[in-house]
Every structure is written in structure tokens, then in C-alpha cells.
């Protein structure tokens, strides 16, 4: 059983630290956003009224609602520059995590070797070895999470089969820029290996930094990239758990054919266009996608003038700050706010601040599959939350520290 070591998700166990907290707790570990960066009131409407009329409880399409496969392909054409075929190119999952199980399951055979980047999102791991594969780990280095272009040649072998990418990147906040993205494109094609792409983050960047590019849209980079998307993140609806996947037509094929076993469909009422239309979710999604890109465009700038609000903060305190251009995570440093000859780890700091302080974060030794190549004194907060919160939190740890 290759689950057997593994530990509840350290998102769910630090997010029932804080709700279970006497005196209450500022929850920064999680990354869910709070009611202010929810999606337009229409689509909630619209999802809400879904179940209502009749007939509208039964199996949606297995690939997804016609609506929603439209608007995915139309968003990818309009955002990545990627048009894709609706019916032959999209598929509709449960999440992106759904979607990259399904596509771990359809891509990979036993043996085969897939190149992931460190700091990593923790169901990548152990769902590739789930699906037999072996990971080949490339560092990002800190503070500015950059590639070393020799070690990330030397991960490649004639048994690497995938290489996955997260950009914008959890829990970093890096994105990947054009100089990086020539160099995976260049190494994907001489060594000929697929593409899985989580772009969940694709609309979180910040204005002024680096733009969000999809490796997809290099050229020679088409026919070998899946990319991902998710409501959860394009919405801030993390509990709808509606993702999508775009791709060449024989990739998609085999990833929904994983899909058909894993989940079969996803809750048709999370999928619709127009609110009032008799279904669902799925559609409220196809017409968040069609008719409310004010909403997704504008998450950056406000994205990026909460991290400022808590950055300056943090720093005041004596945190240091990576940096990031998008996301909304923000790695920092306690290295300096521990006593001289101090070993407490980033583990045991957030055990400490989410009992003593009312502050829940995010060891980034859990984006780590190896802890012991982990930095030790990294914690991860997550700022799209109204700024009373973030307030509320930097006082708790200055009263605290
Ligand atoms: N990939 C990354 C990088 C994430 O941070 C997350 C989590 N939120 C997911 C995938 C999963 O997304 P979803 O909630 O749509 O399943
Ligand atoms: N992606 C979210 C995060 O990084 C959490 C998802 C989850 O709870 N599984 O915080």
C-alpha cells in the first residue's frame, strides 16, 4: 500500500487546529478565500437554483456539460492563446485534483520516470507512484526559486515519460518566465516526454510582474501538454471542485477514460451559462467563464496589494519575505526570529504559533516529498482573505512574538 505512510493532508490538519482552538484562530494555512474574493452573486444564484426543476438530477455527460466544454475551449483560446476543439479537447473533472489523478492513472506506466519541481503540491507524489511511476525531484532554489539548468538536465533519462509544472506556483507564488519556459520546452522535445500543466493559478498574477505564459503555447509544445484549470481557483469557489483539462484530442481521450472510472462525471450542479437556465454549477462555471472576466482579471491587483499589506508587516516583525509574482501564498523566513542556537523546526514553529499564537500556517517542508532535503525555517501564509483578517493575524503574532 503506497498510501500507508502517509499522513492526513497537512491542510486538513492544520485547518481543524484552528477551528478547534479555544479562544479562536486566524486560519493563513489553508489556501480558501474568504466571502470578499468569492465569484459574482449570479453564479452562485445560478448553481443554487440548479436542483429545483424537474429532471434536472440525473448523470450529466461524462466528459462534462456541452456549456462548460465551450466556455473552457473559448477561455483557452481567449487567455492562453490556445484554442482547442470543445468536443474532442476538453474534458470536465472533479477539481484539478481530480484531473491529475485521472491523468497520473491514463499517462503513466509502471517504471516510468516523471520530473516534478520541489517545493511540490502534495498529491503529485504519491498519486505518480500510486500509478507505478518513479519521481525524479529538480530543486527550486530559494529565495528566488530558480532552476539550475544542469540539474534539471541530468533528471532527464530515456525512461522519463512526464514532466509536470506548476506555475504559477503553489506554495512559492514564483512564475515560471519565458527564459525558464524555453529551456522545459527544449529538454520536453529532445527528450520527447509529455506535459502535465497545473495552471489552476493562470488568472492569480500580479501586474508588473512576470506574465503568466502556458508552456503549451511554446512552439513544438501543442501536441505533448495537458493543461489544467480549476473553479476553485478562477472563482474562488474551492468547494465546488470543478476543474477542467484542455490538450491534444489523443491525450484528452486517455485521460477520460481514467475519468470515467475514477468519478465518471462531475455534480452537474456545479457546471451552466446562464443563470435561470435550469441547471446547475457546471453551468454557472460556463457562465462565470463566458461573461464574468472582470472578476477573474481583476483577483491580481487585488491579489497583489493584500500580499503588500501583510508583506510590509511580516518584515516589521522580523520575518523575511520571498519573493513572488503571483498566487496567493507567501513564503517567508523565521530564521531570524529564533533565539540564537535555536533547532526548532518549521514544523514545530507552526505547532507553536497555532496553540500559543492563534495563527495557523503552513510548513513548506509539507511541499517537500523528501522532509529531510526540506529548508527548515520556511512557513507559507495565504493572504486572499478580507484585511481585517490579515490585521487580525499580524496582531496575534506581534503581541505573540
Ligand atoms: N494544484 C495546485 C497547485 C493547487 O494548489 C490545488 C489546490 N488548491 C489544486 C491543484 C487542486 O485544485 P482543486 O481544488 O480544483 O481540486
Ligand atoms: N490547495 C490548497 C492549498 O494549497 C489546499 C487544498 C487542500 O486542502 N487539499 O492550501
Not at 455527460?61 to 490556445?82: D, I, T
Not at 527528450?191 to 508588473?208: K, Q, T
Not at 501536441?223 to 470543478?242: E, H, Q
Request: glycine content about 8%; some cysteine.
Amino acid at each position: 500500500d503506497v498510501f500507508s505512510g502517509q499522513k492526513t493532508t497537512v491542510f486538513e490538519t492544520m485547518s481543524i487546529m484552528a477551528a478547534e482552538r479555544p479562544g479562536g484562530c486566524c486560519n493563513l494555512g489553508q489556501g480558501f478565500p474568504d466571502n470578499e474574493l468569492e465569484g459574482p452573486e449570479g453564479m452562485k444564484q445560478a448553481a443554487t437554483a440548479a436542483m429545483l426543476p424537474p429532471n434536472s438530477n440525473q448523470y450529466p455527460p461524462m466528459m462534462g456539460l456541452p456549456e462548460l466544454r465551450q466556455a473552457v475551449a473559448a477561455h483557452s483560446g481567449r487567455h492562453a492563446g490556445l484554442p482547442v476543439d470543445w468536443q474532442r479537447e476538453t474534458l470536465v473533472t472533479v477539481g484539478a485534483t481530480e484531473a491529475l489523478a485521472a491523468a497520473f492513472l491514463a499517462l503513466l506506466n509502471a517504471g516510468d520516470e516523471v520530473i516534478f519541481f520541489e517545493p511540490l503540491y502534495d498529491s503529485y507524489v504519491p498519486m505518480a507512484r500510486r500509478a507505478g511511476a518513479v519521481p525524479r525531484i529538480v530543486q527550486l532554489h530559494p529565495p528566488s526559486w530558480s532552476i539550475d539548468a544542469a540539474e534539471l538536465e541530468a533528471a532527464f533519462s530515456p525512461r522519463t515519460r512526464l514532466l509536470v509544472l506548476n506555475t504559477p506556483h503553489n506554495p512559492t507564488g514564483k512564475v515560471f518566465n519565458q527564459q525558464e519556459l524555453e529551456l522545459l520546452a527544449a529538454l520536453c522535445q529532445h527528450h520527447d516526454c509529455l506535459c502535465l500543466l497545473d495552471e489552476v493559478y493562470e488568472h492569480l498574477v500580479f501586474p508588473g510582474g512576470a506574465p503568466h505564459v502556458s508552456l503549451r503555447s511554446l512552439p513544438g509544445m501543442a501536441d505533448r501538454c495537458l493543461r489544467i484549470g480549476s473553479a476553485g481557483k478562477t472563482f474562488s469557489f474551492t468547494a465546488w471542485k470543478v476543474g477542467w483539462l484542455t490538450g491534444p484530442a489523443d491525450m484528452v481521450a486517455a485521460v477520460a477514460k481514467a475519468h470515467q472510472f475514477i468519478t465518471f462525471t462531475v455534480p452537474s450542479a456545479m457546471q451552466v451559462s446562464q443563470p435561470g437556465r435550469g441547471a446547475c454549477q457546471q453551468r454557472a462555471v460556463a457562465h462565470g467563464l463566458e461573461h464574468e472576466q472582470s472578476f477573474y482579471s481583476g483577483l491580481g491587483p487585488l491579489l497583489q496589494r493584500k500580499r503588500q499589506l501583510l508583506a510590509g508587516q511580516l518584515q516589521q516583525l522580523g520575518f523575511s519575505v520571498l519573493p513572488a509574482d503571483g498566487t496567493y501564498f507567501l513564503v517567508a523566513d523565521f530564521g531570524g526570529l529564533l533565539p540564537a542556537g535555536s533547532t526548532e523546526d518549521d514544523v514545530a514553529f507552526c505547532q507553536r504559533l497555532v496553540r500559543d499564537a492563534g495563527v495557523a500556517l503552513i510548513p513548506a517542508s509539507a511541499f517537500y516529498a523528501d522532509k529531510a532535503t526540506a529548508p527548515r525555517t520556511l512557513v507559507r501564509f495565504v493572504f486572499c482573505k478580507t484585511d481585517e483578517k490579515l490585521q487580525a493575524a499580524v496582531d496575534a503574532l506581534r503581541s505573540y512574538l
